[in-house]
């Protein structure tokens, strides 16, 4: 069974820091990985999808990048900003199964 | 905008009540699926299906039901609530093509 896993599950900077959040997976025969943020009582809102065949997907300050050999995957944020402060979860789509497999989020907090 | 949406967001319900939580969306997907969330557990699967008439268990099924008529709709029906299935709840659907994730606003339930 595929395991990810989000280290650390919380982080506090401050703002305009550069940073780098952190999924692993055990299984590297994957379909996709996506990474989510989800801010308090609210879904889960996409932010990046990277397919199985792709090293790394941009978009505006947030790009992530994709080591299926290593069984990780970053999701870097530049410049970052208050409204960034939300808890970003990745998820794992293996090849050949039918489940999505989620980490337990990091909760992140940019203070102003 | 396509978008998939559920109702109701909130609900307060006495246990050994039958409960069902709606979920539709507009993009015509064919999967469709139903997490709950808890804290220190992440998000689980409950039920999915790949289309009209198909229907499969999750990690976490029992106590629950679906059942799909309609590429639209995905009800998630709780026959006799529990305390236990006190949470949130999430549906999601899937572009066939890409395998991206989307996500509802979310249902919270309180069974007392």
């Known amino acids: 069974k595929q395991e990810v896993t989000q280290i650390p599950a919380a982080l506090s900077v401050p703002e305009g820091e550069n940073l780098v959040l952190n999924c692993s997976f055990t299984d590297s025969a994957i379909y996709n990985l996506q990474w989510f943020r989800q801010d308090p009582g609210k879904g889960l809102t996409s932010l990046l999808l990277i397919q199985s065949s792709q090293r790394e997907q941009t978009s505006g300050r947030l790009n992530a990048s994709l080591d299926k050999s290593s069984g990780r995957s970053t999701l870097y944020i530049a410049a970052s900003q208050p409204g960034d402060s939300a808890t970003y979860l990745c998820a794992v789509r293996s090849r050949g199964g039918n489940q999505f497999y989620f980490g337990t989020g990091t909760s992140l907090t940019v203070i102003p | 905008d396509a978008e998939i949406t559920q109702s109701p967001r909130h609900k307060i319900t006495e246990t050994g009540r039958q409960v069902t939580l709606a979920c539709h969306q507009t993009?015509?997907?064919?999967?469709m699926f139903w997490y709950r969330q808890d804290l220190g557990h992440g998000l689980r699967l409950i039920h999915y299906s790949y289309g009209v008439h198909d229907t499969n268990k999750g990690e976490v099924s029992d106590g629950y039901s679906v059942s799909r008529s309609n590429t639209e709709d995905l009800p998630l029906t709780l026959e006799s609530a529990a305390s236990s299935q006190t949470s949130v709840y999430f549906c999601?659907?899937?572009?066939?093509?890409?395998?991206?994730?989307?996500f509802g606003e979310g249902s919270r339930l309180t069974v007392l």
């Open positions: 999601a659907s899937e572009t066939e093509n890409t395998g991206e994730l989307f």
């Open positions: 993009w015509n997907h064919n999967n």
